[in-house]
T-cell receptor, first 115, second 111 residues
Framework: NAGVTQTPKFQVLKTGQSMTLQCAQDMNHEYMSWYRQDPGMGLRLIHY???????DQGEVPNGYNVSRSTTEDFPLRLLSAAPSQTSVYFCASSYSGAPRRTEAFFGQGTRLTVV | TQLLEQSPQFLSIQEGENLTVYCNSSSVFSSLQWYRQEPGEGPVLLVT?????EVKKLKRLTFQFGDARKDSSLHITAAQPGDTGLYLC???????????FGKGTRLSVIA
């Protein structure tokens, strides 16, 4: 059981380049989310999805796009990379929003550096 | 504005000492969770609390949810070097809202 798989694990981009961070889960979870983690800032929500075809913005959505065409996949697109997007990105999934079933399972993260 | 405030931000203690980490908010949450994160890994769930006043124990870790469901605490008894890590509290206001996280408490237990 792979759980939540993120690719790539490391990436260096030049300012202005675009790229897609991949996230896939094999637990048939409805909820998927993208967070970024910066030193001293905890995990900040970028975008989330409550099911296929449904996405919504989180706390820090600017510069990022998402789509959810299948239950399994939730890619995060950086449209035009900026140094401020240097961060560690985590994808998470959970079964549903019900309080005792919101355990979030996280991928191992993607460490992105924009130069 | 941070929805969940954690304190302290950093904590360095000797092996065998006790400690308490706090997670506070002005908002009511339907559930609060505590996660632990190790370097290079994603956070891993320790516990979920959903009822005001609820207390849960996980070996030497005791978690409490405030009566008003606005705050939570994590108490570690006789800390060990293996407890070292980043402890994050997270909450959801209702069944359809995503998890929001505090900034975390970085704990270092020195042998």
């Amino acid at each position: 059981n792979a759980g939540v798989t993120q690719t790539p694990k490391f990436q260096v981009l030049k300012t202005g380049q675009s790229m897609t961070l991949q996230c896939a889960q094999d637990m048939n979870h409805e909820y998927m989310s993208w967070y970024r983690q910066d030193p001293g800032m905890g995990l900040r929500l970028i975008h989330y999805s409550v099911g296929a075809g449904i996405t919504d913005q989180g706390e820090v959505p600017n510069g990022y796009n998402v789509s959810r065409s299948t239950t399994e996949d939730f890619p995060l697109r950086l449209l035009s990379a900026a140094p401020s997007q240097t961060s560690v990105y985590f994808c998470a999934s959970s079964y549903s929003g019900a309080p005792r079933r919101t355990e979030a399972f996280f991928g191992q993260g993607t460490r992105l550096t924009v130069v | 504005t941070q929805l969940l405030e954690q304190s302290p931000q950093f904590l360095s203690i000797q092996e065998g000492e006790n400690l308490t980490v706090y997670c506070n908010s002005s908002s009511v949450f339907s559930s609060l969770q505590w996660y632990r994160q190790e370097p290079g890994e994603g956070p891993v769930l320790l516990v979920t609390v959903v009822t005001g006043g609820e207390v849960k124990k996980l070996k030497r870790l005791t978690f409490q949810f405030g009566d008003a469901r606005k705050d939570s605490s994590l108490h570690i008894t006789a800390a060990q070097p293996g407890d070292t890590g980043l402890y994050l509290c997270a909450g959801t206001k209702s069944g359809n809202t995503p998890l929001v996280f505090g900034k975390g408490t970085r704990l270092s237990v020195i042998a």
